[in-house]
């Protein structure tokens, strides 16, 4: 019992440290140019997509080796999202749709490795990313459709009272898709790796604490279910935050429906 | 001094109130999965084709418990 009036002092932990930003050689002031460790996690993931796809398929083999056979599957199965989800014209946007795929998703990944950094985690990065559709999707829908654009916020089927209302509606709705599309990537990621390390601060409770015979086995088993949730919550994030781009792509080519 | 340090607790009493909206995303998540089963079990062979609307859903509602926890953070944090 009288452990437990310690165990206070040694529950201090900080989840969210693990987000800092510190440059990679030595100290001082982060400018734009300073390596820090989020450049060098998201260099790592460019290298490990390169790797994959540049020299895993340098065979191009007919019968693909594992390797090949993996960047194929994911090859596909962005292809055919697009295809379904954008309609035949939407393809030719493919290679930008599938770039932002694989540098999440390879984040996301390598930010699983413990003691790594995820860039994803952060705001600053997914918004680039996120107001990158955003502005990119807008541009193409002026482009291609002209002022038809706008009959994405002006309902030809509602009733014409309704209609200005439910503009403004469409334009509030239009204008923060940039911010949820990029907060919920970075919220997701950043909470699931949080939530981790609250239950790595609970795992060592067996030293400090009678308690800790019950806490330590049940926050490690927690953390390995987590860690298996977070698995999938990497690829189930890069995929919505695919899948949404091509729903926005396609509000630009195809205004009307 | 004693706004300051109402000031402090009410930071940590709205982040807990913020994370209500986190069960509330919950129940929202829930609601789009259960649907889609009940859906899926009634005409399995349509479901696979809506399995993307199922993530859209999923993600929809998600995002708004994601803003619940960013409120948390920053009350936390930032303010």
Request: aromatic residues 12%; hydrophobic residues 60%.
């Amino acid at each position: 019992m009288a452990t437990e009036a310690h165990s206070e002092g040694g529950l201090a932990f900080h989840p969210l440290d693990q987000f800092k930003i510190h440059p990679l050689f030595g100290e001082g002031p982060i400018q734009w140019y300073t390596p820090t460790n989020v450049t060098l996690w998201m260099a790592l993931a460019v290298i490990c997509i390169i790797a994959l796809f540049v020299i895993g398929t340098r065979g191009r083999a007919v019968i693909p080796t594992r390797v090949q056979s993996v960047a194929e599957l994911a090859y596909g199965f962005i292809y055919r999202m697009v295809e379904d989800v954008t309609g035949h014209d939407g393809v030719k946007y493919f290679p930008y749709i599938f770039t932002v795929f694989l540098f999440i998703l390879f984040s996301n990944f390598l930010g699983l490795i413990p003691g790594s950094f995820t860039p994803t985690s952060h705001i600053a990065v997914t918004a680039i990313l996120g107001f990158g559709v955003f502005i990119a999707v807008t541009v193409l829908g002026f482009v291609l459709n002209g002022a038809h654009f706008l009959g994405l916020f002006w309902m030809k089927d509602a009733p014409l009272v309704l209609r200005p209302i439910i503009a403004v509606i469409e334009l509030i709705s239009y204008f923060v898709r940039p911010v949820s599309h990029s907060i919920r990537l970075a919220g997701n990621i950043m909470a699931g790796h949080a939530v981790m390390k609250v239950f790595a601060a609970f795992a060592p409770m067996i030293l400090i604490s009678t308690i800790g015979v019950v806490v330590t086995p049940v926050s490690v088993l927690a953390i390995t279910a987590i860690y298996g949730l977070e698995v999938l919550v990497a690829f189930i994030q890069a995929y919505v935050f695919t899948i949404l781009t091509c729903v926005y792509l396609k509000d630009a080519l195809h205004p009307g429906h | 001094m004693e706004l300051v340090a109402a000031a402090a607790l009410g930071k940590f009493i709205g982040a807990g109130l913020a994370a209500i909206g986190s069960g509330a995303a919950a129940i929202g998540v829930g609601a789009v999965a259960g649907n889609f089963l009940a859906g899926a079990l009634r005409n399995p062979s349509a479901a696979g084709s809506q399995t993307a609307t199922l993530f859209i859903g999923l993600a929809f509602a998600e995002a708004l418990g994601i803003f619940s926890f960013l409120v948390a953070l920053l009350l936390m944090f930032a303010v």
